[in-house]
């Protein structure tokens, strides 16, 4: 009769056992009924005296009762584990969860965002490789594929139409805008090439130099950017090498402004005719604006004469902008043509 009690309490603590197991398991549930199956053979009447087995029944019970609270705390102990392994993947994946969904959020306000930054760079996190990420407008930067500058070789050599310069000496304006030493001119001085005339707007400085030519640069150089009535750009590239002064540099270097972004406007007319070279070949390709927003569809025309300044004019550029200058680009298999 006890071995009947006590093997209804070994299947109650079982059934508990079971019964609190409620965390998923990953353990097989198979350990229980072999737990109990090597318990039940002991628990079968043995034939003997009455005495004998009066104190071999007692001693049995004693032995399943230790059986059964052996085997409790190991159950319990499997639980208590299997229930940490639990809430630790329960955790572990709640935290990926949440990491994931942060970082969505991130990349969507990122992306939702509209970049419209206007401060670039020469050099670092708002550099030339960084352009196109700053303003949505700046695509072109980094994706067009047809950006100036780019190294001049195996151009096409032809006999290229001489341009026609029409300039005067004009009033003007100056303006360090950040990036270089801007000249705006007085409307009045032209150039015609391939059946258009265009309107020198404004005339900037790089340095070193922007293009190449067969792999060679300039320590500096000018461009001159040009606008036809319909808008289509035409930018006219001075070299600059180290030699005699030039005086309509000089005349840009006394009129510099004081402080970057204040416009200084002289009394005084300049002659752009000083900046050009008296040999008028040229290499021509399509490219684009050399800095944000790297728009494209601009005619290049690059002077194959280069224009001289002196070490004392280069010089005192260089304190202002030691590097202004984008890198060459991809020519893409553009076509360029030069003068014989
Ligand atoms: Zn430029």
Same mark, same amino acid.
């Given at each position: ?17 079971? *019964?609190?197991? #409620? ?5 097989? +549930? /198979?350990?229980?009924? @072999? $737990?109990?199956?090597?318990? &039940? !053979? ?49 955790? *572990?994946?709640? #935290? ?5 969904? +942060? /970082?969505?959020?991130? @990349? $969507?306000?990122?992306?939702? &965002? !509209? ?226």
């Amino acid at each position: 009769m006890r071995n009947l009690i006590a093997l209804f309490a070994l299947s109650l603590v079982t059934a508990m056992a079971n *019964a609190n197991d #409620a965390a998923p398991t990953t353990k097989p +549930a /198979a350990e229980k009924p @072999a $737990a109990i199956a090597s318990i &039940k !053979p002991n628990l079968r009447p043995t034939a003997a005296t009455p005495a004998a087995a009066q104190k071999s029944e007692e001693d049995a019970e004693v032995d399943l009762s230790v059986r059964i609270a052996e085997k409790l705390a190991e159950l319990r102990a499997k639980q208590a584990l299997r229930a940490e392994d639990a809430a630790r993947a329960r955790r *572990a994946s709640e #935290a990926r969860r949440k990491k994931e969904a +942060a /970082a969505a959020a991130a @990349a $969507a306000a990122e992306a939702a &965002k !509209p970049k419209n930054g206007t401060h670039w760079t020469y050099e670092g996190e708002f550099g030339p490789e960084n352009w196109s990420k700053i303003n949505t407008a700046w695509a072109s930067c980094n994706t067009g594929n047809r950006q100036s500058p780019i190294d001049l070789r195996d151009g096409i050599k032809v006999d290229l139409e001489q341009i026609a310069f029409d300039y005067h000496p004009s009033s003007f304006n100056e303006i360090d805008n950040g990036h270089t030493i801007q000249v705006n001119v007085a409307g009045g001085n032209f150039l015609s090439v391939g059946g258009t005339t265009y309107e020198l707007q404004q005339f900037h400085f790089h340095r070193p130099g922007e293009e190449r030519i067969n792999g060679k640069g300039t320590e500096m150089v000018v461009h001159m950017v040009h606008k036809s009535y319909d808008n289509k750009i035409a930018i006219l590239a001075v070299l600059l090498e180290r030699g005699d002064a030039n005086p309509m540099i000089q005349t840009v270097w006394n009129n510099l402004p004081l402080e970057k972004h204040m416009t200084v406007t002289p009394s005084i007319v300049l002659d752009v005719n000083e900046i050009l070279p008296a040999r008028r070949d040229y290499f021509t390709y399509m490219g684009s604006l050399s800095e944000p927003p790297c728009t494209e569809n601009v005619l290049w025309i690059v002077m194959k004469q280069p224009m001289t300044a002196s070490p004392q004019q280069m010089a005192l550029f260089s304190r202002l902008y030691p590097f202004n200058s984008r890198p060459v680009q991809p020519s893409n298999g553009r076509m360029v043509k030069e003068s014989m």
